[in-house]
């Protein structure tokens, strides 16, 4: 067997979500580093019992099932990946630009993520004002990082620009929705560069979930926050 | 291999696990004592987007975030290794680790101070997290395995470090002989290590920190 068959051998399945951001960066990352996989499309009103078994902690999605090996959370999944599959690498050598990048990995999902979601999309008048705030201040953090950079990772794609890519596709309907502008072209111009380069990368672009599917599934998820939705 | 230098606090249990890292490994440093409630220029120079402790500054170069900075320390450092070699028990690592921060070592400060019926609630919730930990550690002397500690052991070390403490100040009892033999086992043979040993601040210390903490979240209540 050569290696290109060897690798056909193992067998790597993804459960997702068509709107998950999360397992979106798991396909992303198998797809830059050309791993042929199986996804398993999930519901989540109607989890299978598979996911539960295999994600008994957190019942979400992304799981990676790898020749029979479980990994759940996104960005541990990432890593696992890089390790796994050495070409394309997601990670630098240098342990300090390693550091760096799971740093902005995590400043994304914990304080950005946030601050944008649950405190923008999810809320209104001053709560909103606040969560908006709050939103600039953490987009300035990005737009410093990235600055006299193609992407977060350098001149390739790399884990910290898989982590925050959902600000290149899921931002732009958020910012619809509630009728303001997060990533201005002029308060934050490398940042805005940066989002059309990711938006627009190969693999990247050939996998962002419908427009519209999302923007009326985040109405219905703000609708029902602000206690404004009709019970089903 | 270059001038580490450790700016933390000594009763902040994310600086504590930093430092046995580094005592494991051997790594001479300066540690810079901070001030969580008088921040210095130091820190907000250094850790200008969290403004917190720990910062491991390398070379000048700083790294910010615990479990990010036990990572460089063993990607940077040979000898005792933290993680293990298999990628996949290295992604089990990892994973326990964000879940323990997440829910267990959040789950007991919002327990703390959290009053009536939110409190209850609190607790039930933290006590079904540490309830993996135990099923995690059954059977084994370690997290890392039978002989020698490793990360996830660092990562889960406030807990015979501070946990005690924490339920003392919340009022509440979270892990107890009864449900958790197990966890409260590797708890007594993690704190007997000499090296693990020495760096745990004086109890009274500790208390007076997370008095304060609770207090402060309290009052904003």
Not at chain 1, 170 to 186: N, P
Request: hydrophobic share 40%.
């Amino acid at each position: 067997m050569d290696e290109r068959e060897y690798n056909m051998a193992e067998e790597v399945k993804v459960f997702s979500t068509w709107a998950s951001p999360f397992a979106l960066r798991v396909i992303w990352a198998l797809k830059l580093k050309g791993v042929e996989f199986d996804t398993v499309h999930e519901d989540l009103i109607n989890k299978s019992p598979l996911l539960l078994q295999y994600n008994p902690i957190h019942k979400k999605v992304p799981v990676l099932v790898h020749d029979g090996k479980v990994i759940c959370e996104s960005l541990v999944i990432l890593e696992y990946i890089d390790e796994t599959w050495k070409q394309n690498p997601l990670l630098p050598e240098d342990p300090h630009q390693k550091a760096n990048a799971r740093f902005w990995a995590k400043f994304g999902d914990d304080k950005v993520m946030q601050s944008i979601g649950g405190g923008v999309l999810l809320k209104e008048g001053k709560e909103q004002e606040e969560g908006f705030a709050a939103s600039m201040e953490n987009l300035k953090y990005l737009e410093d990082e990235i600055r006299g950079k193609k992407f977060f990772g350098g001149e390739t794609i790399g884990l910290a620009d898989i982590a925050l890519g959902w600000l290149a596709h899921y931002l732009d309907i958020v910012e619809e929705i509630v009728g303001l502008k997060l990533i201005d072209q002029e308060k934050f111009p490398s940042l805005a560069a940066w989002k059309q380069e990711f938006a627009n990368a190969p693999i990247i672009r050939e996998n962002w979930p419908d427009r519209d599917k999302l923007a009326t599934k985040y109405v219905a998820m703000r609708e029902a926050n602000l206690g404004k939705g009709t019970p089903k | 291999m270059g001038e580490v230098k450790l700016i933390g606090s000594y009763t902040s249990l994310f600086c504590t696990r930093v430092e046995w890292a580094l005592k494991l490994k051997g790594v001479q440093y300066e540690y810079v004592e901070d001030d969580v409630f008088n921040k210095s220029p130091l820190l907000l120079q250094h850790n200008p987007v969290h403004k917190k402790v720990p910062v491991l500054v390398h070379d000048g170069r700083p790294i910010a975030e615990s479990l990010v900075i036990l990572q460089y320390i063993d990607e940077t450092w040979s000898g005792n290794t933290l993680l293990p070699q298999d990628s996949y028990d290295r992604a089990m690592a990892h994973f326990w680790a964000k879940f323990a921060d997440e829910k267990c070592v959040m789950g007991s400060f919002m327990a703390a101070w959290k009053d009536g019926e939110e409190k209850e609630k609190a607790i039930e919730s933290a006590q079904e997290s540490f309830a993996f930990l135990e099923k995690l550690i059954e059977g084994k002397k370690y997290f890392s395995g039978e002989d020698e500690i490793g990360y996830l052991d660092l990562a889960l070390g406030w807990i015979p470090l501070c946990l005690d403490i924490v339920e003392e100040v919340g009022g509440m009892k979270l892990v107890d002989a009864e449900k958790f033999p197990s966890l409260l086992e590797w708890a007594r043979n993690f704190a007997e290590i000499p090296l693990i040993k020495e760096r745990f601040p004086p109890r009274d210390a500790l208390a007076n920190y997370f008095h304060k903490i609770v207090g402060l979240k309290r009052s904003k209540k």
